[in-house]
Each structure stands twice: as structure tokens, then as C-alpha cells.
């Protein structure tokens, strides 16, 4: 009778304790962001893809074409091809396309790059069907080109 007795405390505790952590639970503020309606808070160390910085005078790329960004990328995810401008003193990149698929987000790019042309962005929401968008990045794209206009679109 004795151990029936200590079953059913044991039991009823036990009920009490689980219905409290109910009720915390149900009258606490809900975590839950209801994306792509509402955004989630990044962290000032976010790394997304990379992006080329623009000099804010001329609209142009920073980027000098040196290479020094793919030859420090460990899953050779970065093409870099350069021309010299009529008149221009510095290369300037005619491709700079980034393989996002293949990319670790290590940052050795960034680190490496001596005029300090290339910066992570804060883009998190990279999702698709496919992997296609992602395997081919022009990075140049959307930045004003000292070359012709179509130089951009390869």
C-alpha cells in the first residue's frame, strides 16, 4: 500500500511539473519570424556571398584585376579576367564571376585582396530551384564598366 501511494505522488508531481512547463511555454513570446514577411536580425559577423565594393566617385569597381582573390580561394570558385582601359593606368576586370555553389565562405578572398575591392554581403536568402543562378555570379553586375556596356553581361 505504501509503494502504490508513492507510485501516485510520484505521478501527480510529475503532472504538475509537465503542465507548468506547459503553461510557461504557451504565455511566453513566440521566437518565431514569420519569413519573407518579416526579417531576421543579422549578426554584425554575417558573411554571405561576395560582392565587389564600388568607388563612390566614379561608380566603377575597385577591383584591379590582379588575381590575388583566386589564387588564395581554396575551392577555386572565383574567375577573374582584366583589361587595361584606353588611358587608365590600372586593369580593371572585364569578368569577375563567382561559383557560390563551390564557395566555403572562408574569406580568403577578402583577406587577400590588396585594395580592398571585395567585402561579404549581407544577403541570407539564397534559395532556388536550382542551382544554375548560383554556379554562374556576375559580381560585376550593377556596377558601372570603364569598357563597353555588353562587357558586363558574360
Not at 593606368?89 to 563551390?102: C, E, G, S, V, W
Request: net charge positive; charged share 20%.
Amino acid at each position: 500500500m505504501n509503494n502504490y501511494l508513492k507510485e501516485i505522488f510520484n505521478g501527480l508531481k510529475s503532472l504538475v511539473i509537465g503542465l507548468k512547463v506547459t503553461m510557461t511555454t504557451m504565455l511566453t513570446k513566440s521566437t518565431t519570424i514569420e519569413w519573407p514577411r518579416e526579417a531576421a536580425p543579422i549578426p554584425e559577423r554575417f558573411r554571405g556571398h561576395i560582392m565587389l565594393r564600388k568607388n563612390e566617385e566614379t561608380g566603377l569597381s575597385k577591383c584591379i584585376a590582379c588575381g590575388s582573390c583566386v589564387r588564395a580561394c581554396p575551392s577555386n570558385c572565383i574567375q577573374v579576367k582584366g583589361a587595361k582601359p584606353e588611358g587608365a593606368k590600372k586593369k580593371a576586370p572585364i569578368l569577375f564571376q563567382l561559383d557560390f555553389t563551390k564557395c566555403s565562405l572562408c574569406g580568403l578572398c577578402v583577406e587577400s585582396c590588396p585594395v580592398d575591392a571585395i567585402t561579404f554581403s549581407r544577403n541570407y536568402a539564397l534559395a532556388g530551384p536550382s542551382s544554375e543562378p548560383f554556379a554562374t555570379m556576375n559580381l560585376l553586375a550593377g556596377l558601372a564598366s570603364p569598357f563597353r556596356e555588353e562587357s558586363n553581361e558574360l
